[in-house]
Antibody
Framework: QVQLQESGPGLVKPSETLSLTCTVS????????WSWIRQSPGKRLEWIGY???????DYNPSLKSRVTISIDTSKTQFSLRLTSVTASDTAIYYC????????????WGPGTMVIVSS | DIQMAQSPSSLSASAGDRVTITCRAS??????LAWYQQKPGEAPKLLLY???RLETGVPSRFSGSGSGTEYTLTISGLQPEDFATYYC?????????FGPGTNLESK
């Protein structure tokens, strides 16, 4: 059974770079789209972007200038970098996998809280 | 971006009740619609996709319908474990977007 686990610093200073990694276990990283999604306190879910196992990416235009998602298939990991963070980037960050058909996200990591504060 | 709205924003019900949550999209999303359940401290869980298709393991008391810009999630015979927040999500076009959520509380 495929499981996802986010990891990375829980506290990031304003203007610095947020870096998170999602480790995929129990299954292949191939042939799927892998996304990052965040949820600010009391706010709705926001899709940040995805990466296909081949390396192709797509990002939310609202974050595109600051986001990079990369993948390391040999380690079955994919990563998120978000530059120039501000307090508004404080959120729970989830990694997630789409259904093979592309219909929604059926596997999620437990999420990791990232606070942006000096 | 396609904007998603949900109603009601909160709902009180009792075990055994039948409840309906509505999701409206700002554009036709051609049935590319999923529903999620989220409990406090947990990640969202996929319930239905493509409007009415149940994710594996999801009880049949959950059902979905709709088309175009308006969709509904119905829970028939609420169980205690169903009290949670529910989100709709469109995947018709990127960026994928979610509704603001409906908080289903026990009356």
């Amino acid at each position: 059974q495929v499981q996802l686990q986010e990891s990375g610093p829980g506290l990031v200073k304003p203007s610095e770079t947020l870096s998170l990694t999602c480790t995929v276990s129990g299954g292949s990283i191939n042939n799927y789209y892998w996304s990052w999604i965040r949820q600010s306190p009391g706010k709705r879910l926001e899709w940040i972007g995805y990466i296909y196992y081949s390396g192709s990416t797509d990002y939310n235009p609202s974050l595109k200038s600051r986001v990079t998602i990369s993948i390391d298939t040999s380690k079955t990991q994919f990563s998120l970098r978000l530059t120039s963070v501000t307090a508004s980037d404080t959120a729970i960050y989830y990694c997630a996998r789409e259904l093979f058909s592309g219909d929604g996200f059926n596997i999620w990591g437990p999420g990791t809280m990232v606070i942006v504060s000096s | 971006d396609i904007q998603m709205a949900q109603s009601p924003s909160s709902l009180s019900a009792s075990a055994g009740d039948r409840v309906t949550i509505t999701c409206r999209a700002s554009h036709d999303i051609s049935n590319y619609l999923a529903w999620y359940q989220q409990k406090p401290g947990e990640a969202p869980k996929l319930l239905l996709y493509a409007v009415f298709r149940l994710e594996t393991g999801v009880p049949s008391r959950f059902s979905g319908s709709g088309s175009g810009t308006e969709y509904t999630l119905t829970i028939s015979g609420l169980q205690p474990e169903d009290f949670a927040t529910y989100y709709c999500q469109q995947y018709s076009s990127r960026p994928y977007t979610f509704g603001p959520g409906t908080n289903l509380e026990s009356k």
